[in-house]
Structures are given as structure tokens and as C-alpha cells.
């Protein structure tokens, strides 16, 4: 069985790959024996993290991607299809939560909008286009896309970040519909709250936000690796149009609260 988890002679992109969640799930498929391509907009973390991979003995290529840019993306496949010859498995894990903080909705101006919807979901779909065709004719492929527990439901005066990632998950369905009969999956992981070196999981806020989420803590980034590795091999195979939820049970009441809080008032 565990030799259905190996991802031995596999060629994986991943969008976003430089730091965080991203950085996370490369480490973890190069343990598992994949070749990775890692691609976002600053080079200097995706070159780390690629060093990082060709440390564990794998292939990897850093390469400096807005995947915003359908020209940037055209290049990324064509590089990456050169070198190694095929693609795998897709992770569209680009994103960003840009707003320092919520604000009313009379107060998002057409650049918030199109630079949230672009980087949180247009990416997902242009990264997907450009390699689909490829899958296809090569025999199948994987694709994963990354969205969050609000792709499920609203946040107050969260607007780009729940639409984008709320149009993940419905790009997902559409995507596993339509693709699978060429043999390409496409499947889904919905984190929750887990702090990376861009939010301390030591702070009081990560400390205080773990105190509502039923398992009583916040997540660790590493325990995304295992299930990017599960969903890039062959167990996964007979998977498609599914949603794999790492939020220690935020999302177990379904949309709406689980009713799980302390007795203190909430403030993050």
C-alpha cells in the first residue's frame, strides 16, 4: 500500500511554492520522490526551496512566475515541459490576502477586486487551461487546487478572499467533471487557520484563535505535506471533485458555527 504514496519519477508544479503552505507541500513530495517545478513572483524563496529539494536528492526548478500573466504561465509549461518532459500533478496554491483589514464594501475600489479575484481564482483556471491539454495526451494528471474554509462560507467584510476561494471550490466541480473522462482528477484541500512565518503561531492571536477550533489549536504547516502527498500519487487515483478539510473540525458543523467557543470573548 505504501508503494501506491510514492511519487518516484513524477513531475509536480506548484504555484505559490516559495514560503508557507507552499514551501510545505514541495518539502513533503521530494521526500516522497517527486521532481518539482516551483513557481511565484520572487525568485530569491522559490531558489531556496528548490535548494531545499535538490538537497533531498530530487530535481527541482525555480522559476519566476505572475501566473496572473497568461504569458508567464505559457512560459512556466513550456520550461517545465521542456526540462522534464511532462507534468503529473498541478498545485494551484497561488493567493494572497492583501487587506490589512476588513472594510465595508462601499470602500473596495475596481483594483482590490481584480487583483483579489485574479491572484485567489483566475490563476487556478489560467495554470489549469494552459497544462490540460498536455494531461490529456500524456494520459491523465492531477490537479489541486487550494482554497479555505471561506470558500464555504462568508466573512464579515471579506469580499475578494471569500469569492476568489469560493470560485476554487466551484472550479474544482467543474474541472472534475469536465476533465475526467481524459483521465486528469482534480481535487481540493481546504486549510484552515495555520500560521506560517507570515503569521507567528506562537502569537497571542494564533494562540487565542486555536482556542475556537474544536481540536483546540491552530494548524502547523507541515501537516499539509502528507495530504499534498496523498492527493499527487496513485492512492488518490479514484478521487475526484473532492474537498479535504485541514481545520482541526472548523468545518465540521458545515457552514454554519459548530458552536465549539470558549468562554471568553473572541477578538483577532
Not at 485567489?120 to 479555505?148: D, P, Q, V
Not at 478572499?161 to 469560493?166: Q, T
Request: charged residues 25%; neutral net charge; hydrophobic residues 40%.
Amino acid at each position: 500500500m505504501l508503494e501506491k504514496l510514492s511519487l518516484k519519477n513524477k513531475t509536480i508544479v506548484i504555484t505559490g511554492g516559495g514560503t508557507g503552505l507552499g514551501k510545505e507541500m514541495c518539502l513533503a513530495m521530494a521526500r516522497a520522490g517527486a521532481d518539482l517545478v516551483i513557481a511565484a513572483r520572487r525568485l530569491e524563496p522559490i531558489k531556496e526551496v528548490a535548494k531545499l529539494v535538490q538537497d533531498l536528492g530530487r530535481r527541482s526548478l525555480a522559476i519566476t512566475t505572475d501566473a496572473t500573466n497568461t504569458s508567464d504561465v505559457k512560459t512556466l509549461f513550456e520550461t517545465t515541459l521542456t526540462e522534464f518532459g511532462k507534468v503529473d500533478a498541478l498545485f494551484n496554491n497561488a493567493g494572497i490576502v492583501r487587506e490589512d483589514s476588513p472594510k465595508p464594501i462601499w470602500d473596495i475600489d475596481d483594483e482590490n477586486w481584480r487583483v483579489g479575484i485574479e491572484v485567489n481564482l483566475s490563476t487556478a483556471f489560467y495554470c489549469s487551461r494552459e497544462i490540460s491539454k498536455h494531461m490529456a495526451e500524456n494520459g491523465g494528471g492531477k490537479i489541486i487546487n487550494i482554497a479555505s474554509g471561506f470558500g464555504f462560507r462568508g466573512g464579515r467584510d471579506n469580499y475578494m478572499y471569500a469569492a476568489g476561494k469560493g470560485g476554487i471550490v466551484n472550479l474544482t466541480r467543474a474541472m472534475a467533471t469536465s476533465l475526467g473522462k481524459y483521465g486528469i482528477t482534480a481535487n481540493c484541500i481546504v486549510p484552515g487557520f495555520i500560521p506560517t512565518e507570515i503569521s507567528d503561531p506562537d502569537s497571542k492571536r494564533s494562540k487565542e484563535r486555536g482556542k475556537f477550533i474544536p481540536i483546540g489549536r491552530v494548524g502547523k504547516p507541515s501537516e499539509m505535506g502528507p495530504l499534498a502527498v496523498y492527493l499527487a500519487s496513485e492512492a488518490s487515483d479514484y478521487m475526484n471533485g473532492e474537498f479535504f478539510a485541514l481545520d482541526g473540525g472548523a468545518l465540521a458543523g458545515g457552514i454554519a458555527p459548530t458552536l465549539h467557543a470558549p468562554e471568553i470573548p473572541l477578538e483577532i
